[in-house]
DNA sequence: ATCCGTAAATTCATCAGATGACTTGATGAT
DNA sequence: ATCATCAAGTCATCTGATGAATTTACGGAT
């Protein structure tokens, strides 16, 4: 059961050899790298391995495999690592960073809001009702639609997609460290925002978020010292 | 040369297969798999394409083989195509995301700073000098390790890890698309910037990167328009 | 009955060989 | 010069076999 960390495989090895000499410039972007029979000898490793690693690398966006033509670099940069960083970064950072997002949001959302995006968050604002209807986990999932609304109404796909991750990270991780004791969110706090992005001024707009963010990053601040 | 699309392999199916199943929440985190050769009969091809397609999702952080014992399920939840998307978001978005989070970063610098990142970021802003010295390259070398330099003062590891995946993404955007005839950013802007976080206010800090982003949102606006 | 060491079974890791599918460039006929 | 055809190169896939690590089953000692 117990097992150390860091023993390795072969493939891993051979993926991890690969990848340095891509990340170090060894070969540019488009250019072919040795095909699998080559980099058996250089790797010293079966074809069934380098297979594996190569494999593993066309996952991570670094290499692109072409049948009958050969292997080819498509990226020297590797962000595969970068969301498992982050995840592993604390509740504090990430909430952090997801109340930049949501702030910013909340700006874009008062410049480019639609008549569909709003009626879409007013309906939301009315449907989340409160932590008795229905239980916990329902209310959970109905508060995070209504804030999804907000980062939708924004237009910005790149904010939307952080935000979606760290929804479900900072979910996973409280639901493995803490019990779910953080304050509360205001309900008229809620529809202070939805006004603010509806008058268009994206300053004021920002200032409802971030106050309504705030009980909650002095929470998380306290708890992290 | 012109490939369609959708062409794919076997082994690209079995691994979207498998993950359909795992996200699909068949079996639950820490559950053991059916082994390769129950595999090889369920998804209808070789052990080595099963080994293949597992390796992908075991590199996505879904699976997690253990020799001798069999494949475990580690998550249900896949992250890993999310910076993907952001990639593909277009380059007014990644701009915001990332004035989003350097705008945050500010304010909490403004907070947190210590006396050591305070002299880091002066340094490096005196370092930085004009785009006449050493040509644009290096120029822009010394532009972002200032920008980096103030994310770090916040001591939030989430933005700082967000904060180099925009700054990597980005700049290949801009080598492949645009031919860099953004906004040149302001000499004094930056000093304006380190000046506020020195005094401690947050909002000041934040304003400080707010208007110096400025100048280049709004041409994004207009050229995505 | 319990504990513990050994053997057996299970499972993933790795290697080797062979065949097929696809791409690319060369060849040759028109 | 153009285009169809062919041959070489390369990745894709299958099959079989052996090794290494883990787990389980078994049997003896206490």
Redesign the interface.
């Known amino acids: 059961m117990m097992?150390p960390i860091n023993r390795t495989?072969l493939?891993d090895s051979a993926?991890e050899s690969l990848r340095a000499e891509i990340l170090g410039g060894r070969w540019t972007v488009g250019e072919r790298i040795p095909n699998e029979t080559a980099l058996t000898e250089l790797l010293a490793v079966s074809r069934?391995t380098v297979?594996?690693a190569v494999?593993?690398l066309v996952?991570?966006?670094l290499l692109d495999a072409r049948?009958g033509s050969g292997t080819y670099v498509r990226?020297t940069?590797d962000?595969?690592g970068?969301?498992?960083?982050?995840?592993r970064?604390?509740l504090r950072?990430?909430w952090?960073?997801r109340?930049?997002?949501d702030?910013?949001?909340a700006r874009?959302a008062a410049l480019r809001h639609t008549p569909l995006d709003l009626e879409r968050m007013t309906r939301l604002l009315n449907a989340r009702g409160t932590v008795h209807d229905g239980g916990r986990e329902a209310f959970g999932q109905r508060d995070i639609a209504f804030h999804r609304s907000i980062v939708e109404a924004s237009g910005?796909?790149?904010?939307l997609?952080?935000y979606?991750?760290f929804t479900?990270?900072i979910l996973?991780t409280i639901h493995s460290t803490l019990n779910g004791d953080l304050p509360e969110p205001d309900d008229r706090a809620h529809a202070a925002i939805v006004a603010a992005i509806a008058t268009g001024d994206p300053d004021r707009a920002a200032a409802a978020v971030r106050s309504f963010m705030a009980p909650v990053l002095d929470e998380l601040q306290r708890l992290s010292q």
């Not at 970068?82 to 995840?87: G, T």
């Not at 910005?156 to 904010?159: D, E, F, G, H, P």
Request: negative net charge.
């Open positions: 097992r495989n493939t993926a069934g297979r594996e494999r593993i996952s991570k966006g049948q990226s940069v962000t595969s970068a969301l498992d960083r982050v995840k970064s604390g950072d990430q952090e960073a109340a930049a997002l702030v910013e949001a874009l910005n796909r790149a904010i997609e952080l979606d991750f479900a990270a996973e």
